[in-house]
């Protein structure tokens, strides 16, 4: 049934992936009207007059790209989700960290460096093995588990020979002695709507590399935790990563804001369906959403 009241909706995206083209089926199947705008074609004038939409669902894959994008269109007064607000903290594992220890969430010690010297300070304090990570990055690429200052030396030399200043920070966490798994929670509209189990051979569980999904029950402390670091990062739609320690404690470790959720959905069968919350949720319930942040 078509909606009088439905908001005018733009899917932007430059690949068409298996979740946005299972949010287009939704939006169609409920008769939301909707545009796709290729992430390609996008340029904005300064002196444009509004887009014809209320919102944006952002699911451009580059973060940058869809950082500016949504800096454009809320310029413009369109709810973008995620906000640029969010892709700037949840795309940054430091500004992520920082976000989480204000709120007392709990993730595992860690630190930023600014210099090569001062990481090889930094990852003594942590202890070893260390992780070193890139502040922007994901699919677990360029995540590094090093077991010793030698080779956190060497790792550190490569990022010093990258061009990018980014680059040459150095953002080391605690390792995790965890199961051969990790756990992620997808987070809509402040609710955590389920969590899956991600299994893998190697230390990094990332779907990206191979890790296997299977549903997890969703306790109330998983619940709570990532219903948490999504709020205190800002994303309306939010994919937490945790690792269960060895004592049982749960850790949050980031928070993704470009969720993919195909893994989520093979998990989870026909017993929850990601993108019809996500239309249910942030398209249909965009009226509260914009109550909320005038209340606030
Ligand atoms: N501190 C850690 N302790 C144990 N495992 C970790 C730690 N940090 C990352 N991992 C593993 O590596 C994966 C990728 O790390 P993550 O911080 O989520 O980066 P990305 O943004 O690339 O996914 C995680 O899903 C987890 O399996
Ligand atoms: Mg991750």
């Given at each position: 049934m078509v909606s009088s009241t439905a908001p005018r909706t733009a899917l932007l995206a430059s690949r068409m992936r298996f979740e946005e083209k299972r949010l287009l089926e939704v939006l169609d199947r409920r008769g939301i009207p909707r545009t796709v705008i290729d992430t390609r074609t996008v340029r904005h004038h300064l002196?444009?007059?509004?887009?014809?939409?209320?919102?944006?669902?952002?699911?451009?894959?580059s973060a940058t790209k869809a950082l500016y994008a949504a800096l454009s269109y809320e310029s413009a007064g369109v709810t973008v989700v995620n906000s640029a607000a969010a892709i700037e903290t949840c795309g940054d594992k430091w500004r992520t960290s920082l976000a989480l220890r204000a709120a007392e969430v709990p993730t595992p010690p860690a630190a930023l460096a600014l210099t090569a010297e001062a990481a090889e300070e930094a990852a003594e304090e942590i202890g070893y093995p260390v992780v070193l990570k890139p502040l922007v990055g994901s699919?677990?690429?360029?995540v590094a588990l090093l077991p010793d200052a030698a080779a956190l030396r060497t790792v550190l030399e490569y990022s010093e020979a990258?061009?990018?200043?980014?680059?040459?920070l150095a953002y080391l966490q605690r390792y995790v002695d965890k199961p051969d798994r990790d756990i992620r929670v997808i987070v809509v509209g402040g609710t955590p709507i389920g969590a899956m189990y991600r299994t893998s051979d190697?230390?990094?569980?990332?779907v990206a590399r191979g890790a296997t999904t299977t549903s997890c029950p969703l306790t109330d402390d998983l619940a709570k935790l990532a219903a948490t670091a999504a709020r205190e990062t800002g994303a309306d739609l939010a994919g937490v990563d945790l690792v269960e320690d060895a004592d049982g404690g749960l850790q949050v470790l980031e928070v993704n804001h470009g969720v993919e959720f195909k893994g989520f959905q093979e998990a989870h069968a026909d017993r929850v369906d990601v993108a019809e919350l996500i239309v249910e949720r942030l398209v249909l319930g965009i009226d509260k959403r914009m109550d909320r942040e005038v209340g606030s």
């Open positions: 002196h444009d007059t509004p887009p014809p939409w209320d919102l944006v669902l952002n699911r451009e894959i699919w677990g690429r360029r990258l061009p990018s200043p980014l680059a040459k190697g230390w990094r569980t990332n």
